[in-house]
């Protein structure tokens, strides 16, 4: 189906272990974004991509690490996980206008790291 | 201070009622964005404007370029209205495609 897609929904891992959240759209939009929502702090910028083999580092990157080798695809790992990256991962895409970017959000992921 | 700043941060309505949530912003932006995000669901796209006024179904969302100020008004409120809505820009002079959020307004409609 078209559209965007995270894997996987949901996770629990421990304390220094390597996760990868998967994000993947069929749209070719050149833009994909991830973003961290906690209580309190309303959607974070973590990593943001214009193209592929393209990306930056957005309001939040410490301890993440991205990578877009395909177009299509976005996928975002935690390196050494800390409980503090216990947080709700959304993956996003748009693609230029005129006016900016109207962004199409994935379902989420919701991490625990214990 | 936060760029973009909504109110109120929490909504209780009756069904029925018609319902304004407020978006200040601070910044020069070339656009802004509603969002609605259902209880433990994803987040949907519902307006993205630069000047005056956008109508879709119930919903309506309007601009004020000079003043910094967008609302997002809800005509005949109903329970499945029941959502965070979150008010988000695009600035003129930031990186493109990246976009800057209110922390949302939690909006609930009682039957």
């Known amino acids: 189906d078209a559209g965007i897609t995270q894997s996987p929904r949901y996770k629990i891992t421990e304390t220094g272990r390597q996760v990868t959240l998967m994000c993947h759209q069929t749209?070719?939009?050149?833009?994909m974004f991830w973003y961290r929502q906690d209580l309190g702090h309303g959607l974070r910028l973590i990593y943001y991509?214009?193209?592929?083999?393209?990306?930056d580092k957005g309001e939040v990157p410490d301890g993440y690490v991205v990578s877009r080798s395909k177009t299509e695809n976005f996928p975002l790992t935690l390196e050494s996980a800390t409980r503090s990256q216990t947080s709700v991962y959304f993956c996003?895409?748009?693609?230029?206008?005129?006016?900016?970017?109207?962004?199409?959000f994935g379902p989420g992921t919701r991490l625990t790291v214990l | 201070k936060n760029e973009v700043e909504q109110s109120p941060q929490n909504l209780t309505a009756q069904e029925g009622e018609f319902i304004t949530i407020n978006c200040s912003y601070s910044?020069?932006?070339?656009?802004l964005h509603w969002l609605q995000q259902h209880p433990g669901g994803g987040i949907v796209s519902l307006f993205m404007?630069?000047?005056g006024k956008k109508k879709h179904g119930r919903l309506i969302a309007t601009i004020n370029i000079q003043e910094k100020h967008s609302s997002l008004h809800i005509t005949a409120s109903h329970p499945r209205d029941s959502a965070v809505y979150i008010c988000?820009?695009?600035?003129?002079?930031?990186?493109?495609?990246?976009?800057?959020f209110g922390k949302g307004t939690k909006l609930s409609v009682k039957p």
């Open positions: 996003a895409s748009s693609y230029p206008t005129l006016l900016g970017n109207e962004q199409f």
């Open positions: 749209w070719s939009h050149s833009y």
């Open positions: 991509s214009a193209a592929a083999d393209i990306t």
């Open positions: 910044v020069g932006i070339s656009a």
């Open positions: 404007l630069s000047s």
């Open positions: 988000a820009v695009t600035d003129y002079g930031g990186s493109q495609g990246n976009l800057i």
